[in-house]
């Protein structure tokens, strides 16, 4: 065979319920005596943050909270939680939260170490290397949704506010060294958030799955973080409390996020300035393009779409994929068109949305070439509803 590639795979994980019981013993195994405990202000005052912090308490263990985090961070969120940090004398993070406060966590444990600005280390090409190493914080990662898998993950995305654009920021080490992943975190979660979190663990899968690159792992992966999901979304939006059905979640968002190693596509590239600019739900903003970007990708992954559908049993190979996307989405609440996800998304950002998708990272990993006339076209599509 004469295709090389160079595969990865992710930490160590505490995988069920009441698990959270653990986090001083996980938090003492990574080397952390005084966490700085990272979330965002609605998770600092659930239960669950309560519990978290008695469990570090029960420990011995002098934990701080950061609890400034944004729905959608920005440069400036990871630079309070740096002074927070070196303020606390914090020897190590515990990243508690969603995709949001598990990002800036591990992007504030990185850049207490670091002297250049973030923007220095995005994830292009091996821009990475420019960073300093030694002192980079090691990090415990808490998810408390199902969605961005980010606690597997080595990369934050965070909004560079001067230009209004999401930023990926990368660095082998930012990867958690403990991750607990305890579905009865996840029981108290809204619906929608639930629903956009479960959508955004599809969305990691599928694009994985349709990602050009050669990496099976990650395809076999992605398969069965699909299969999940099919099964158990459903089942949490009709029960929050299945606890069972929970735990798969935590489960395909992990997959999810260990799946694409391999690429994603469209639906982030399109995703991400649309979140940047009009501060919608990343899950939910790529629940929205999914059907109209694989329409678009068609041609590109048919056959593959095909096999995708026999694996979930769904009957009419691509067609039939499709039509299970577009029943989950109106059986779930997801609207069909952009329009339905916020009022203040405007038609005339198309030519701004479709310059910053081309160039987003991971526009490189769409079956189809993403140019600018492709992304103008289907954020218009998305818009008007046009599938």
């Known amino acids: 065979m004469s295709v090389k590639a160079t595969w990865s795979y992710p930490t160590a994980v505490r995988f069920g319920a009441g698990r959270i019981a653990e986090l001083g013993q996980a938090c003492r195994s990574a080397g952390i005596s005084r966490p700085l405990v990272v979330t965002d202000p609605v998770v600092a005052d659930l239960p ?12 011995g263990l002098e934990a701080g909270l950061f609890r400034d985090v944004a ?7 990871v630079e309070a939680g740096v002074a927070a940090y070196r303020a606390g004398g914090h020897d190590g993070v515990v990243a508690f939260g969603g995709g949001s406060a598990l990002d800036v966590g591990k992007l504030v444990a990185f850049m207490q170490a670091q002297t250049r600005p973030i923007w220095d280390f995005e994830d292009i090409g091996d821009w990475w290397k420019r960073a300093q190493t030694e002192g980079i914080a090691p990090i415990v990662a808490v998810p408390t949704t199902a969605g961005t898998g980010s606690e597997v993950g080595r990369a934050g995305v965070v909004t ?7 930023k990926v920021v990368f660095h082998p080490l930012m990867l958690p060294k403990v991750v607990i992943c305890d579905p009865e975190l996840t029981i108290g979660m809204p619906r929608a958030i639930s629903v956009g979190t479960g959508m955004d663990a599809l969305a990691h899968c599928l694009e994985a799955y349709c990602a050009p690159s050669y990496h099976p792992m990650s395809e076999g992966i992605a398969l069965e973080g699909m299969r999940l999901v099919k099964e158990a979304l459903p089942r949490v939006a009709a029960d929050p409390n299945d606890i069972d059905a929970r735990g798969d979640m935590m489960s395909a968002a992990a997959m999810g996020a260990v799946a694409f190693q391999k690429g994603l596509g469209g639906i982030h590239a399109l995703s991400h300035p649309v979140g940047a600019l009009f501060h919608t739900h990343h899950g939910m903003t790529n629940a929205v393009f999914m059907p109209y970007v694989l329409v678009h990708n068609r041609k590109a992954i048919e056959d593959k779409c095909v096999r995708l559908a026999a694996f979930l049993g769904l009957d009419g190979g691509f067609d039939g994929l499709l039509a299970w996307i577009l029943r989950l989405r109106e059986e779930l609440g997801v609207p069909h068109g952009l329009k339905g996800l916020s009022p203040e998304i405007d038609p005339a950002a198309a030519d701004e949305i479709a310059a910053m998708a081309v160039v987003d990272p991971t ?7 993403l140019d600018e006339a492709g992304a103008r076209a289907l954020f218009l599509a998305a818009y008007e509803e046009r599938l």
């Open 48 to 59: 669950i943050a309560r519990t978290a912090l008695a469990a570090l308490a029960e420990a």
């Open 160 to 166: 560079n506010e001067a230009i209004r654009t999401k």
């Open 71 to 77: 729905p959608n961070p920005v440069g400036a969120d």
């Open 363 to 369: 526009a490189g990993g769409n079956p189809v070439p």
